[in-house]
């Protein structure tokens, strides 16, 4: 007599699990990713335009982080401490990427930017190391020079269905029918 197994549930995609956190709509959050649908809250004093965010352990892959979209749209740029985050995952662990979520009002994701750290980064990683971080935490002049050196990062956008990224503005709108 054969038994069948049973196939297990599809696994939710990180777009997904980040729709459905609770309160996502109103303030930002971040993420460590260690395997697909794997997801770790890293987030603490969250507010609608910064998070802090506990340090990636050794075997992390990604970061997950979400920007809210407002009135004019969520700027879908790295900002200076996204920067140093992102720094400090790839020294400390196996980080080699940020996935930034734009999320709208009603919690739903527009677009996705991916930010991932190409090889000349991690030849830079001494200088990036070296470079000083002012006192209140915020990323210093010398480190993003460090960091914004072309070719540092692949840059990849993806808007939801539905959705176009707006280069004007920098942020993703519902597509003109």
């Known amino acids: 007599m054969s038994t069948l197994r049973k196939m297990p549930a599809p696994r939710k995609t990180a777009v997904q699990r980040v729709q459905e956190w609770p309160s996502i709509a109103g ?32 075997f992390d892959r990604s970061v997950i982080h979400t920007h809210i979209s407002s009135l004019g749209g969520a700027d879908v740029a790295l900002s200076p401490s996204d920067m140093k985050y992102l720094a400090v995952c790839v020294l400390k662990s196996r980080v080699r990427s940020m996935h930034i979520l734009v999320v709208g009002d009603g919690g739903k994701v527009t677009g996705r930017v991916t930010y991932r750290v190409t090889p000349v980064f991690l030849k830079q990683a001494p200088a990036i190391r070296r470079a000083r971080l002012e006192a209140d935490g ?7 020079e460090s960091i914004s050196v072309p070719g540092i990062l692949r840059i990849r956008y993806r808007p939801t269905p539905g959705y176009a990224l707006d ?11």
């Open 27 to 58: 303030k930002e959050m971040v993420w460590l990713r260690r395997k697909p649908g794997q997801l770790r809250a890293a987030g603490t004093n969250r507010s609608s335009d910064y998070t802090d965010a506990r340090h990636p352990r050794l």
């Open 138 to 144: 915020r990323a210093s002049k010398e480190f993003v």
């Open 167 to 177: 280069l004007a503005s920098g942020c993703f709108k519902p597509k003109q029918a």
